[in-house]
């Protein structure tokens, strides 16, 4: 198995770049393909079937189909820990090969805190978009639960798109109802890398 760097997970790469978005809890790409076992069982418990069968028959998302919202249900159901939370104080240890499979089941303690589901960004490229082009549309906002798109009212009729990274969660439910599909996901890169570029594209 490769090895996962302290690095790397602070950097918030925990998935590796150029992989497919594997659904929410995944572990590290590397550790991923081996633990799981492609059962299938969080593409079938997954109700908005945002989770696909992908290259390999292993599950990925298809964010073509909507956004997450983080309800947990793939995380229940999956029995290899490929899926799982991972303390925010006790990262290493956790992702360590010996004790990945350990505790998958363990109830979260109140105290305890996770890294979040997974480290992706929404981003906007403004230059097509419609409502810069004097076109009304607010789709992208109006899918946002998280409210982390609001608009900046300008001269012209332009209401610029603001995305608020820290409120954004990657849920990708912005990703789909742009109609000129000029949002992007990418996995955030916390270091000085520049992060590759990994538009969401479904399978
Ligand atoms: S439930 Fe777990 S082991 Fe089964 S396909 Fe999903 S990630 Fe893989
Ligand atoms: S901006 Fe972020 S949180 Fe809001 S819908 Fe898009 S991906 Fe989800
Ligand atoms: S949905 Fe797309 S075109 Fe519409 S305002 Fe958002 S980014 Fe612009």
């Not at 906002?141 to 990657?170: H, M, R, V, W, Y």
């Not at 109609?179 to 990994?198: D, M, R, Y």
């Amino acid at each position: 198995m490769a090895n996962i760097t302290r690095m790397q997970l602070l950097r918030g790469d925990i998935k590796g770049k150029n992989n497919p978005f594997r659904p929410p809890w995944a572990i590290p790409e590397e550790y991923f393909v081996d633990f799981c076992t492609r059962c299938d069982k969080c593409v079938e418990a997954c109700f908005d079937e945002l989770i696909v069968k992908g290259r390999g028959g292993f599950p990925q998302m298809d964010f073509n189909r909507g956004g997450c919202d983080f309800c947990g249900d793939c995380l229940n159901v999956c029995e290899t820990s490929a899926l799982k939370k991972i303390p925010i104080n006790n990262v290493e240890s956790t992702l360590a090969p010996k004790n990945i499979s350990s505790n998958n089941r363990e109830e979260a303690s109140d105290l305890e805190s996770y890294l979040p589901p997974w480290h992706i960004k929404a981003n906007i490229d403004l230059t097509n978009c419609l409502s810069m082009n004097a076109t009304i549309c607010r789709s992208c906002g109006e899918s946002c639960d998280d409210k982390a798109i609001t608009f900046d009212l300008k001269l012209g009729g332009i209401a610029e798109p603001k995305l608020n990274i820290e409120q954004c969660t990657g849920c990708g439910a912005c990703f789909a109802v742009c109609p000129v599909h000029v949002i992007t996901l990418t996995p955030i890169v916390l270091s000085n890398e520049s992060a590759t570029s990994q538009e969401a594209s479904g399978i």
